[in-house]
Nanobody, 124 residues
């Protein structure tokens, strides 16, 4: 099993900031992207942000653009999500996902590994 471990969640007032971390290890040369997703009670899990492991290209959900920043440290094998100007609707369990691409002679396959999640609570 590939470890994916989130940390940094907590409670903050609206307008405040939090920084989430996601550490991984093992076969890091296979990492294609790492990303953040979130799931609020009664809702589907949704995409938040992703970053390409090799070139650092990023993508964000429209709802967080301009407020959240995803970054990475390839030496520490860690991805960060800086969340600023938090809103009550940002409250959720935040999950980190690691996507590996493994290329063999026969095919290219992708494998997803999820963390256990970290709770973010935003009070108004």
């Amino acid at each position: 099993q590939v470890p994916v471990v989130e940390s940094g969640g907590g409670r903050v007032q609206a307008g405040g900031s939090l920084r989430l971390s996601c550490a991984t290890s093992g076969r890091t040369s296979s990492i294609d992207t790492m990303g953040w997703f979130r799931q609020a009670p009664g809702k589907e899990r949704e995409f938040v942000a992703t970053i390409k492991w090799n070139d650092g290209a990023t993508d964000y959900a429209d709802s967080v653009k301009g407020r959240f920043t995803i970054s990475k440290d390839n030496v520490k094998n860690t991805v960060y999500l800086q969340m600023d100007n938090l809103k009550p609707e940002d409250a959720a369990v935040y999950y980190c996902k690691r996507r590996d691409t493994v290329v063999t002679i026969e095919a290219s396959r992708q494998f997803d590994y999820w963390g256990q999640g970290t709770q973010v609570t935003v009070s108004s």
